[in-house]
């Protein structure tokens, strides 16, 4: 518990990265205030345990750091002193088990989110960590006060430190909306732009497949991307047609390259492998097996198994002709081509890219320009896949932060 004279910290954003900010400080014996806009916390944190909560992933540590791509170096600081087996271990000290599921995803045993985080902020308040919800900040006063919207009005808030833990501009409904941007960079602070990451794509469907096959899964199946080096990468999953397009994990997987192929040229292009299970070899020979009098979509099903949206894909986007070629029709089930014209919104997207660029921050996640004010989470300029690799990041460098501010504290 912190003492009268302890220096008072303010957290803004109460998602993983604040809270476990705040968890850092407030165990150190300092008063700590944590403010959220919404009306309760973690609100991004719950919806994201909806459908199971993928908190980390069980994979090697160094293919698992690899999935920061060029920010790796950066992500692999924060990891060192807080890994996904700490954060497991971390887990399991509020009283939560863990497992590993097929995939190498690790899950609370109840795969909700909802138990972990009310033993967490149990854990909080018994700590002393005052949560103030409802409170919108609005930056700084001229007197480097703290500046809150409030249903009450406007408030300011005195702190000796700062964290900003605000997230990205993905789902805004659930609080973060990216209006700090501007309120940073009025401070000389270096952002480099959002943008939709964990996103969906567009594709120029026609009114049948839209209607027809909108929601549908694409399970069993493999994609491969080209990008403008000739370097390619192939990788089985599923994914799901939609009204607008393509969604799911398997693009997700790709969507940062997708994204900037199609800021570079335009447009991009997914190679689709309906039948990842059988050689090209197999597929040219079944689909060139004499069929008869039946129908090819009855020929493709009795012969391969294919049919539903696989089927209608193969009709969607390939020219009468080359359904009645063998070679172009077996050559599109190893890899039809699907042109993906751009991303779908920000706020529709599961993360952001983008954010404060980690040349901005010292070692402790303070920003250069702003003596004593913090950032940590989703606003940080990193992206990575779904899969557990958000939430660790997130985890890690809002426990960075704290150590930081302790740190700063220390010597200031």
């Known amino acids: 518990m912190s ?81 996904p087996e700490a954060l497991r271990e971390w887990i399991h000290g509020l009283g939560i088990a863990t497992f590993v599921g097929s995939s190498g995803r690790v899950f609370p045993t ?36 703290l500046r809150f919207a409030t249903p ?11 964290v900003l833990a605000l ?6 409904r659930l609080g973060s909306d990216g209006q700090w941007q501007t309120l940073l960079a009025e401070r000389g602070v270096d952002i480099a732009p959002l943008k939709p990451a964990n996103c969906g794509f567009e594709v120029n ?46 693009i997700y997987a790709f969507a940062a390259r997708l994204r900037e192929q199609i800021a570079e040229a335009g447009s991009a292009y997914i190679e689709v492998d309906l039948l ?36 209608a894909l193969l009709y969607e986007c390939l020219s009468k002709p080359a359904l009645q070629d063998p070679a172009q029709l077996a050559a599109a089930i190893k890899a039809l081509p699907i042109r993906l014209q751009r991303p779908r919104p920000l706020a529709e997207a599961i993360s952001t890219a983008g954010g404060v660029r980690f040349e901005a921050l010292d070692a402790g ?22 899969g557990g690799y958000l939430l660790t990041a997130c985890f890690a460098s809002g426990r960075a932060a704290g150590q930081g501010v302790l740190r700063w504290l220390a010597t200031a």
């Not at 690899?66 to 790796?72: K, M, N, T, V």
């Not at 997230?167 to 805004?172: E, Q, T, V």
């Not at 839209?210 to 390619?232: D, I, W």
């Not at 493709?300 to 049919?307: I, K, M, V, Y």
Request: charged share 20%.
């Open 152 to 162: 009450e009005g406007e408030v300011a808030v005195r702190a000796d430190a700062t």
């Open 276 to 311: 990842p299970q059988h050689s090209a070899e197999r597929v040219l020979a079944e689909v060139s097996h004499p069929r008869g009098a039946r129908s090819l979509s009855s020929h493709l099903q009795s012969r391969l198994g294919l049919s539903g949206v696989k089927s």
């Open 167 to 172: 997230g990205g501009a993905s789902w805004p």
């Open 205 to 250: 469907w026609s009114q049948h497949l839209r209607e027809k096959f909108a929601g549908a899964p694409l399970k069993t199946v493999a994609l491969r991307f080209r990008a403008a080096n000739g370097q390619s990468e192939y990788k089985a999953g599923e994914f799901v047609i939609s009204e607008q397009g393509v969604e799911g994990s398997l």
């Open 3 to 83: 003492s009268p004279s302890s220096p008072r910290i303010a957290i803004i954003g109460a998602g993983p990265a604040g809270l476990m900010a705040a968890e850092v400080l407030a165990q150190a014996g300092h008063a700590v205030s944590v403010y959220d806009a919404m009306p309760s916390v973690g609100r991004k944190f719950l919806l994201a345990g909806v459908g199971g909560m993928n908190i980390t992933h069980s994979e090697a540590l160094a293919p698992f750091l690899g999935r920061y791509a060029e920010r790796e170096a950066d992500i692999a600081a924060l990891l060192a002193d807080f890994s």
């Open 365 to 386: 996640l303070m920003l250069r320009a702003l003596p004593g004010v913090f950032c940590a989470g989703e606003m940080l300029d990193w992206e990575a896949p779904t």
């Open 110 to 145: 109840d795969m909700k989110a909802a138990p972990l985080l009310r033993a967490w902020l149990h854990r909080l308040r018994t700590a002393g960590v005052q949560l103030q919800v409802r409170h919108r900040w609005l930056g700084w006063t001229t007197e480097g006060e």
